[in-house]
């Protein structure tokens, strides 16, 4: 195991160093950096959408393009990016992960086309969320808290205890290093 912090180029960047003294060829990454900010829109400051972004988004970009370099004198790999079923279709009270998914979603859809000419395939998984405790990242535990939306937040939580398990998750990710 390596230390990685995902929204820091620093820790990226010996992440990195210190991953290339352990291997000669990299095959695959896995982009599965990231967590889930909880509220209503209007409720939710910018600044954690801003952060919801640095992590799911910037991170991941931060990393592949860290990695890339090796993939490319390689001309091999594979890259599996873990989205979201959400960035697809946008549920309320999880406008900044939908649109931090979407991001992701959009910008490795380009990416593979630009690294087929490497032989390096670029691939996605978007599950449901996992069975977690969101309280944590939710704008309700920073204080703002809007009656108005009281229907769409007891919906919201009620949907949460639907997400998947880890084996679901586990048999998506190595079917697609098997077959991508």
Same mark, same amino acid.
């Given at each position: 195991?390596?230390?990685?912090?995902?929204?820091?180029?620093?820790?990226?960047?010996? +992440?990195?160093?210190?991953?290339?003294?352990?291997?000669?060829?990299?095959?695959?990454?896995?982009?599965?950096?990231?967590?889930?900010v909880t509220?209503? #829109?209007?409720?939710?400051?910018?600044?954690?959408?801003?952060?919801?972004?640095?992590?799911? +988004?910037?991170?991941?970009?931060? &990393?592949?393009?860290?990695?890339?370099?090796?993939?490319?004198?390689?001309?091999? %790999?594979?890259?599996?990016?873990?989205?979201?079923?959400?960035?697809?279709?946008?549920?309320?009270?999880? #406008?900044?992960?939908? #649109?931090?998914?979407?991001?992701?979603?959009?910008?490795?859809?380009?990416?593979?086309?630009?690294?087929?000419? =490497?032989?390096?395939?670029v691939s996605?998984?978007?599950?449901?969320?996992?069975?977690?405790?969101?309280?944590?990242?939710?704008? &309700?535990?920073?204080?703002?808290?809007?009656?108005?939306?009281?229907?769409?937040?007891?919906?919201?939580?009620?949907?949460?205890?639907? %997400?998947?398990?880890?084996?679901? =998750?586990?048999? #998506?990710?190595?079917?697609?290093?098997?077959?991508?």
């Amino acid at each position: 195991m390596l230390k990685l912090n995902t929204d820091s180029d620093e820790s990226v960047n010996a +992440f990195v160093r210190e991953l290339y003294t352990r291997v000669d060829t990299l095959d695959v990454l896995v982009n599965n950096a990231g967590y889930m900010v909880t509220g209503v #829109a209007e409720e939710t400051p910018v600044e954690m959408g801003r952060q919801q972004f640095e992590t799911n +988004f910037w991170g991941t970009v931060r &990393l592949t393009n860290a990695l890339l370099p090796r993939f490319r004198a390689q001309k091999n %790999g594979k890259i599996i990016t873990v989205s979201s079923i959400v960035g697809l279709i946008g549920p309320p009270n999880l #406008a900044y992960y939908t #649109a931090s998914k979407h991001a992701v979603q959009g910008y490795f859809k380009s990416l593979r086309f630009e690294l087929e000419q =490497f032989n390096i395939s670029v691939s996605m998984v978007e599950p449901t969320w996992f069975k977690t405790d969101l309280a944590h990242n939710s704008a &309700l535990a920073h204080g703002n808290k809007i009656s108005d939306y009281e229907l769409y937040r007891k919906k919201a939580a009620a949907a949460t205890q639907k %997400g998947i398990d880890e084996a679901e =998750f586990e048999s #998506a990710i190595l079917k697609s290093v098997k077959t991508a």
